[in-house]
């Protein structure tokens, strides 16, 4: 299994800077890609950026140019800086793990895992 925990979330006027981070722990070596997503309140969760092993790079067009997703490998962490944050960025946002199955590493379970969310608000 893989437990993930996100802290960095509150409150900001538009035009500032957040960053989110995602702590990895239990089986990461199953771990092949991580990203964001965000709900806000009657709304579907939506993808917001992802990074895979390989540290290839994946952003929603809303994002683009204000959000930069990285990862430190060594302390499993995975990273959102959020700048030039618009009112329309608040959200509840989640942390995602995409793990490989069996056939890749025998312990490992093709499992999506995420974590508790952590709150953004952005202020007009």
């Known amino acids: 299994q893989v437990q993930l925990v996100e802290s960095g979330g509150g409150l900001v006027q538009a035009g500032g800077s957040l960053r989110l981070s995602c702590a990895a722990s239990?089986?990461?070596?199953?771990?092949?890609?991580m990203g964001w997503y965000r709900q806000a309140p009657g709304t579907e969760r939506e993808l917001v950026a992802t990074?895979?092993?390989?540290?290839?790079?994946y952003y929603a067009e809303s994002v683009k140019g204000r959000f930069t997703i990285s990862r430190d490998n060594g302390k499993n962490t995975v990273y959102l800086q959020m700048n030039s944050l618009k009112p329309e960025d608040t959200a509840v946002y989640y942390c995602?793990?995409?793990?490989?199955?069996?056939?890749?590493?025998?312990?490992?379970?093709?499992?999506?895992?995420w974590g508790q969310g952590t709150q953004v608000t952005v202020s007009s």
């Open positions: 995602n793990a995409e793990t490989v199955g069996p056939r890749a590493i025998a312990i490992c379970r093709g499992y999506d895992y």
């Open positions: 239990g089986d990461t070596m199953c771990i092949f890609k």
């Open positions: 990074i895979t092993s390989a540290v290839r790079t």
